[in-house]
Each structure stands twice: as C-alpha cells, then as structure tokens.
C-alpha cells in the first residue's frame, strides 16, 4: 500500500464543510480514512502551519503545444501550474493546429501523461475556431475534451453560437465563451476611459464584453445549455452575469487574478505585460469584479495564463500580443483577498478548485475519503519575490514581475503521490 500522512495542517474542504487541523491520509491514490496508528511504511509529512486543500484546478490556461514550443510547451505549461498550486488545467484550443480534432486532443493527453499537472483539453466550438462551421465534439468528447470554446476570438455569429451551445450540451460539455463584440472592440488595445486618451491609445469599452455575455445568456436561456464565461473584466459584465443567473440560466463565470489586483494604470507606462484582452480596467470595476468574488457572482478564478515571447511583446503598444502568464502569481494574488478580509479560505477554495471542478465535471475538488488524492498544500505566510527564479513557465511575460508576493504553495500531489514540491 502507497500511504502518505500530511500531518497537522489547516485542512480546508468546502465539499465536506470542513476547516480545522488534523491529519490528511491518502491510501494508493485515494483520500482515505485515518486509521488509529500509522503503519510503519507510510510517508509522514509535517504540515504544521501550512494549509492541505483539495488540488487547485486552473479553468483557463494556453499551453501553447502543438505549435508554439517556443512560449510554452505541455512540459513547461504544467510544471508552472504545479508550482502554482494547480493539479489540474483545462488547456484552451488555439494551438497551431487548432484542438478541433480527435487527434490534436489525443495528441495533447499523449504528451500530458506523465507531467506533474493533470491536462484536461478543451475542443474548440468551431472548425478552425473560425466561427463557420462547428467542430466534432462526439468524436473530440470521446477523445477526452471536457468543455468547447473558440477562445481567443469569440463566436461572433449569433445563429452558429446558438448551435453551438444546442450541440455542446447535447454531448454533456459546457461552452466556455470568449465574450467580445469584435465591432466595438476592434483596434482597440487597452480600456476605454480616461486613461487610454491621456495615453492616447484606442480603446475598447466595457459594453464590447457585457454586450456579447448578455447575447450569450440570451442564448443560453433559448437553449438551455451550459454556459461559462471567461475572463470577466468589468462591472457592466457582472450586471448581466447576476440578472441571468436570478433568471435561472445556466450560466457560470470566471475572472482572473489581474482584473481583481490591476486596473488601466498599469499601461501608463506602455509596459505591454499589463496588455491583454479583455484589458485592465477602471478601480470601479475593479472593485466590483472583487465584490462578486465573495457574493458568488463570480464562480471561478481562472489565470488565462498566455505566455508569448519577447518577440511578440517587445514592440509597439499597439502591435504588441495580448496576454500574461499567471500560473504563479494567482494563488499568492488570490491569497491577498483572503488577508484583506474580503473571502475566507474556504471561499477561496471554492473559486480555485471545487467549482471549477464542477464547471468542467472532472475529478477533485474534494477532500472526502474515496476521493482522488489531488491535494495542494500551503505555505500561507512564504514570501517571494516573482523572478526568473521563481517562474517556470518559458515565457516572461508578467506584469507582477519582481513583485513581492506573499502565500505559495509548497508541494502538491496527484493521486496520491507527490507532483511537485518546492525545493528551497
Ligand atoms: O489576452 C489574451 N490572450 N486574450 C485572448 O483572448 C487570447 C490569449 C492568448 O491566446 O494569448
Ligand atoms: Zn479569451
Ligand atoms: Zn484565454
């Protein structure tokens, strides 16, 4: 038998209501029972002062493979999630090729098997993420996908959006939507507000999101499917996200750690690391997305981790890529919430494992005795500065880089047996 004691941590489980300190066991893959002596054999881990939470679950990252190794690859994509906390990732379709095919997403589990996070792959909605005509989902379900999107873009054609999500939910997946009124928001590189016209950029408003969500929940009530909703920015969108929800839609959302810590200011010095799409908004909205974190508006926080090179950074404002890593600067970014006493731990594992592992209906979330042995265990009080030394991702493209963060993990498991661990 494969056991191993955590011993003598905080340990939270929203599913099980619990959150004191005690002694986590887990028995050749599974969380099990604490038996009245541990045998001789088993692994005992001194988790005093650290928290033992179920595996972090990352709804929204962009591993980059097949066909851009050269800003992340499944290996490194993974080895950052681990560091960050995360058993698990849902990677988005827009590889080159894209993930529209049974046998890209079988090519991306191939290569998942035996890194130190699980990959759960997501298909996109349309062929090509084009927006013309709809992916294979039976065949890419079958193949291991979880969820479909064209994220990246969105599903700008409404009739094709309402099959997509007849379709999605026929085969049991949710469709996770990029929402974006390209007419609103096109050329536009950064906020529309005060900001973007002292800087003189164009902008993009916060209609060009909430727009499409509430076309998107319009739709989602026509057909009754699942509907999630990436990377919430602004409280226009949250407006929308509540009104469908007391309507009964199906609906769920997402936001990431830079809408809740950043605003538009960070672009004042045209650092292309605070560019990314949906942008950074106002501190009203910011303020807001950090409102509906704790009143269950929001369900998720997701990193929409996308790393790119120096090439497609270093250039113009306008020119350059949008998108920031974020696997490791989320669980210290989240943690800051919790220390401003605006969640509790609790909740915080509600928003980065137990419902994302609802969302996409995977394994986890959980530390009930039976359950899959994915734990993340941390350190709450570490502190660090986000470096090249701290970051394992390939790409560096971070706004909060050289920040002083405070809360990591400091190892993690997967069925059971130890992932990653933090080497000090
Ligand atoms: O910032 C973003 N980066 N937004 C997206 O929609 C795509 C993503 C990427 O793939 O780089
Ligand atoms: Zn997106
Ligand atoms: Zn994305």
């Not at 309507?247 to 959302?253: F, L, P, Q, W």
């Not at 701290?390 to 059971?416: C, D, E, V």
């Amino acid at each position: 038998m494969n056991l191993t004691v955590l011993k003598n941590g905080r340990i939270i489980d929203p599913a099980t209501g619990r959150d004191d300190c005690g002694d986590l066991w887990m028995a050749d893959g599974l969380i099990a029972a604490a038996m009245a002596e541990i045998p001789a054999g088993a692994e005992v881990i001194d988790c005093q002062g650290k928290w033992i939470v179920p595996g972090l679950i990352d709804l929204h990252v962009h591993l980059r493979e097949p066909g851009q190794e050269y800003k992340e690859t499944i290996a490194s994509g993974t080895l950052a999630a681990a560091a960050g906390g995360f058993t698990a990732v849902a990677c988005m379709p827009n590889t080159r090729p894209v993930n529209d095919n049974a046998a890209v997403t079988r090519a991306i589990l191939e290569k998942a098997q035996n890194c130190p996070a699980r990959v759960w792959p997501v298909g996109a909605a349309s062929v090509g993420s084009d927006g013309k005509n709809l992916a294979e989902y039976a065949e890419m379900k079958e193949a291991g996908i979880v969820a479909v999107t064209d994220d990246g873009r969105p599903v700008a054609d409404s009739q094709l959006m309402r099959r997509a999500l007849e379709y999605a939910d026929s085969h049991g997946l949710p469709l996770m939507s990029h929402a974006e009124e390209i007419s609103l928001s096109q050329n536009g590189c950064m906020h529309e507000g005060l900001v973007s016209t002292r800087l003189g950029l164009r902008g993009i408003p916060a209609a060009a999101e909430s727009v499409m969500i509430y076309r998107d929940a319009a739709l989602a009530e026509l057909t009754g499917a699942r509907l999630h909703i990436c990377h919430v920015s602004c409280e226009a969108s949250l407006a929308v996200i509540h009104l469908a929800k007391a309507r009964g839609v199906k609906i769920t959302a997402e936001t990431a750690p830079h809408y809740f810590t950043l605003t538009d200011e960070a672009v004042a010095g045209y650092d292309t690391n605070a560019k990314m799409n949906p942008p950074l908004r106002s501190e009203a909205d910011r303020q807001a997305i950090r409102a509906a974190l704790a009143d269950g508006t929001l369900d998720a926080i997701a990193t929409d981790h996308a790393p790119h090179s120096i090439l497609e950074k270093e250039v113009e404002f306008n020119l350059a890529a949008n998108g920031i890593i974020g696997l490791e600067t989320a669980l210290p970014l989240a943690l800051a919430l919790v220390r401003d006493g605006l969640i509790s731990p609790m909740r915080l594992v509600e928003l980065m494992s137990v419902n994302p592992a609802r969302i996409i209906g995977v394994a986890g979330g959980t530390l009930a005795v039976g359950a899959v042995a994915d734990v993340t265990v941390i350190d709450p009080e570490s502190r660090f500065v986000f470096d090249a030394a701290a970051n394992h991702s390939k790409s560096a493209n971070s706004p909060f880089w050289g920040w002083q963060l405070q809360g990591r993990a400091i190892s993690t498991y997967m069925g059971g047996r130890l992932a990653w661990e933090l080497q000090e």
